[in-house]
């Protein structure tokens, strides 16, 4: 048997605040992209160069867009591993945010049949 549209309402409502809280108990969150980075110098005598390259790294690098400028900086072992949970933690929290957006969308198309079925004919 199909659920009332008050019922399918007060889910979409309860699945809301659900959302909501997850969103509540996300950390530090960093837009970005972190990469392991490996590099060859110009020194002629360098193992970089040696025959299999032997190349220096790995450097951990942050980069992303502020004001329409890419800024990159490199980071510390410690510091990558806190970029990486603040990315994920972005990440999470962009999808939640799609999530509530549909579960908005479908209870406002509910609310919005309520309101219209409600209001005076004219």
């Known amino acids: 048997m199909g659920r009332t549209p008050q019922q399918r309402l007060d889910a979409y409502e309860r699945r809301y605040r659900e959302l909501a809280a997850q969103l ?3 950390g ?3 837009a970005g992209t972190l990469t392991r980075r490996y590099t060859r110098c110009t020194s ?3 193992k970089c160069r040696a025959d299999p390259p032997q190349p220096h790294g790995p450097y951990w690098q942050w980069t992303r867009k502020i004001d329409g400028k890419t800024v990159t900086r490199r980071l510390t072992p410690a510091e990558a591993k806190l970029y990486r949970e603040w990315i994920a933690n972005d990440r999470r929290m ?3 945010i799609d999530q509530m957006r549909t579960v908005a969308a479908k209870a406002a198309d509910i609310r919005l049949a309520q309101a219209s ?4 004919k004219v």
């Open 24 to 26: 509540a108990d996300i």
């Open 94 to 96: 962009r999808r939640l």
């Open 117 to 120: 079925q409600q209001a005076p």
């Open 44 to 46: 002629p005598g360098c």
């Open 28 to 30: 530090m969150i960093s």
